[in-house]
């Protein structure tokens, strides 16, 4: 499954009434969020996305008790009650359109982004994909858990993605990734920093390393951290991260990755964009290794036809040995024999 990344202020949502976008330092995806004008009066919706694939999903905020409403393509808006987020329930393989809208005298919305399931041939060659820490495509190796070091409340901020991260405290942590693409982004959370003190992780993208920092005001416990960013040609990478510098209780945790798609869709990679490289999802195999598996396979082959050689050589050899020494003796024998013929004399 692949899951496409939609910043609330991409030139394809389009706003049907007047709307602030905002440019933040933190605790939205990509520093933004969208919010409806006080004055304004959408009746026809606040905002609406066109999208190719199976399923969508609003990443926003409304102070509670607000209500909201949803349709999907030419369907009657359906009422919600909640937080603002909305998860559609299965679709159609196709193109959709999904229509937003806040009703009059509501708490003002703030909207961060969308997220859309792809489909088995939505067009992803270029696009944003997110994978969330639990992923399996990556692969963890210390004391890392899933348990927040401290409560977490996100208020009117965008929550963290999916509601999980994957936390440490320990120098020596890491994990790794592979991607097929362009680009490639990883976002946290760091908890307990307020005492001052910083976290540091070494970024080792295709044997190049380089070691980062928290951001500068990066905010205690609140999401969206942008830790490390990379351009890349398009094609197979892998991405290793280690935590060099942190000392508890400060915690890192890392809430989601996302990189720039090279490749058309779920399809040509069979079936899975979690782990956008050759090997399929939750496969960790380096790509040099099938090739190492080839040429140990030939030097054993090798190595057996010329120990079979040696062998034929050995007993070929040691065949006209004995058969020299049976004809030596043979000779000897006979000569032996003649010598010790009775000697006549007339």
């Known amino acids: 499954m692949a899951t496409l990344l939609i910043d609330d202020q991409d030139n394809q949502v389009k706003y049907l009434c007047p709307t602030l976008n905002q440019a933040v330092a933190g605790s939205y995806y990509n520093n933004t969020w969208s919010t409806v004008r006080a004055e304004s009066s959408?009746?026809?919706?606040?905002?609406?996305?066109?999208?190719?694939?199976?399923?969508?999903?609003?990443?926003?905020?409304?102070?509670?008790?607000?209500?909201?409403s949803v349709k999907i393509d030419n369907e009657e808006f359906v009422s919600q009650s909640g937080d603002g987020s909305y998860d559609s329930p299965a679709l159609s393989d196709g193109e959709h359109t999904l229509t937003y809208s806040v009703g009059s005298g509501t708490a003002l919305p703030a909207f961060d982004y969308l997220t859309v399931t792809a489909g088995t041939n939505t067009p992803l060659d270029g696009k944003t994909l997110v994978i969330d820490d639990t992923d399996g495509s990556i692969s963890y190796a210390g004391s890392w858990t899933t348990d927040a070091p401290v409560p977490l409340n996100f208020d009117y901020s965008t929550s963290l993605y999916k509601s999980t991260a994957h936390w440490s405290s320990r120098v020596g942590d890491s994990f790794h990734f592979q991607f097929r693409g362009s680009s490639i982004s990883v976002l946290g959370i760091a908890a307990n920093i307020s005492g001052g003190g910083n976290i540091?992780?070494?970024?080792?993208?295709?044997?190049?390393?380089?070691?980062?920092?928290?951001?500068?005001?990066?905010?205690?416990?609140?999401?969206?951290?942008?830790?490390?960013?990379?351009?890349?040609?398009?094609?197979?990478?892998?991405?290793?991260?280690?935590?060099?510098?942190?000392?508890?209780?400060?915690?890192?945790?890392?809430?989601?990755?996302?990189?720039?798609?090279?490749?058309?869709?779920?399809?040509?990679?069979?079936?899975?964009?979690?782990?956008?490289?050759?090997?399929?999802?939750?496969?960790?195999?380096?790509?040099?290794?099938?090739?190492?598996?080839?040429?140990?396979?030939v030097v054993a082959g090798v190595s057996l036809v010329l120990a079979i050689l040696i062998i034929f050589w050995q007993r070929n050899r040691l065949r006209k040995d004995v058969e020299g020494k049976t004809l030596e003796v043979t000779l000897n024998d006979s000569k032996h024999k003649r010598d010790s013929k009775p000697y006549l004399e007339f």
Not at 42 to 68: E, L, N
Request: some cysteine; charged content about 10%; overall charge negative.
């Open 42 to 68: 959408c009746i026809d919706g606040w905002f609406q996305y066109t999208f190719h694939g199976a399923g969508i999903q609003v990443a926003a905020s409304i102070p509670k008790p607000s209500t909201y």
């Open 200 to 297: 540091t992780a070494t970024y080792t993208l295709d044997g190049v390393s380089n070691t980062h920092g928290l951001p500068t005001a990066t905010l205690d416990s609140l999401p969206m951290v942008h830790l490390f960013h990379a351009d890349v040609q398009p094609g197979e990478h892998t991405l290793i991260v280690n935590i060099t510098s942190i000392q508890a209780p400060r915690s890192l945790g890392i809430d989601l990755i996302t990189y720039n798609a090279s490749f058309p869709n779920i399809a040509s990679v069979g079936g899975t964009a979690s782990v956008a490289a050759t090997s399929g999802a939750g496969s960790k195999t380096p790509s040099w290794g099938p090739k190492v598996g080839i040429a140990i396979g």
